[in-house]
T-cell receptor, first 115, second 115 residues
Framework: AQKITQTQPGMFVQEKEAVTLDCTYD???????LFWYKQPSSGEMIFLIY??????QNATEGRYSLNFQKARKSANLVISASQLGDSAMYFC????????????FGKGTRLSVIA | DGGITQSPKYLFRKEGQNVTLSCEQN?????MYWYRQDPGQGLRLIYY???????QKGDIAEGYSVSREKKESFPLTVTSAQKNPTAFYLC??????????????FGSGTQLSVL
């Protein structure tokens, strides 16, 4: 069974600094997709970034980048130039090989940005 | 604007009572999902439906029921058999495509509490 592990329950970062949120996954599939979502205190889930297992380049979306190390089965999220509005829960998720299979989520990391 | 609407935002259940959480989408997505979120637990899958009139149990389906009579609607009933229903419930849908477009779209959630 697929599993996502996020080992950092909480993280602090100074405003304008970069921060890395860790995510490792366990799967025997060759084809899969990896996602990061942000959940502010309001509760909605905001899609941030996607990485396909066959993508050769690391995904980037504005201040977000995904450090994808396939051999290590890690998909860490890097947030550059942190802002106060980045304070939220962050979830890593994986879509297994079958396109219809639901996403599997990690337990999340709470990021707090300090002024 | 296209999106997913969950209602109510807050819901209270009395002992022995069934309650139904509404989820409606106008994104024309075939697949819909219900996740439960508890503090420190991440998102856990309750039920999902890939097409109208069909649905499958997720990891924690006991004490819950669903229906999918229309493409737009996927209501979740929390039955009296669910002994610990207090949680944040998120509904999501997904387009039938691969890559970044297979990301989940989420509603704003329903917080269910027991009186």
């Amino acid at each position: 069974a697929q599993k996502i592990t996020q080992t950092q329950p909480g993280m602090f970062v100074q405003e304008k600094e970069a921060v890395t949120l860790d995510c490792t996954y366990d799967t025997s599939d060759q084809s899969y997709g990896l996602f990061w979502y942000k959940q502010p205190s309001s509760g909605e889930m905001i899609f941030l970034i996607y990485q396909g297992s066959y993508d050769e380049q690391n995904a980037t979306e504005g201040r977000y980048s995904l450090n994808f190390q396939k051999a290590r089965k890690s998909a860490n999220l890097v947030i550059s130039a942190s802002q106060l509005g980045d304070s939220a829960m962050y979830f890593c998720a994986m879509r297994p090989a079958s396109g219809n299979t639901p996403l599997v989520f990690g337990k999340g990391t709470r990021l707090s940005v300090i002024a | 604007d296209g999106g997913i609407t969950q209602s109510p935002k807050y819901l209270f259940r009395k002992e022995g009572q069934n309650v139904t959480l509404s989820c409606e989408q106008n994104l024309n997505h075939d697949a819909m999902y219900w996740y439960r979120q508890d503090p420190g637990q991440g998102l856990r899958l309750i039920y999902y439906s890939q097409i109208v009139n069909d649905f499958q149990k997720g990891d924690i389906a006991e004490g819950y029921s669903v229906s999918r009579e229309k493409k737009e609607s996927f209501p979740l009933t929390v039955t009296s058999a669910q002994k610990n229903p207090t949680a944040f419930y998120l509904c999501a849908s997904r387009a039938p495509s691969r890559g970044q477009n297979e990301k989940l779209f989420f509603g704003s959630g329903t917080q269910l509490s027991v009186l």
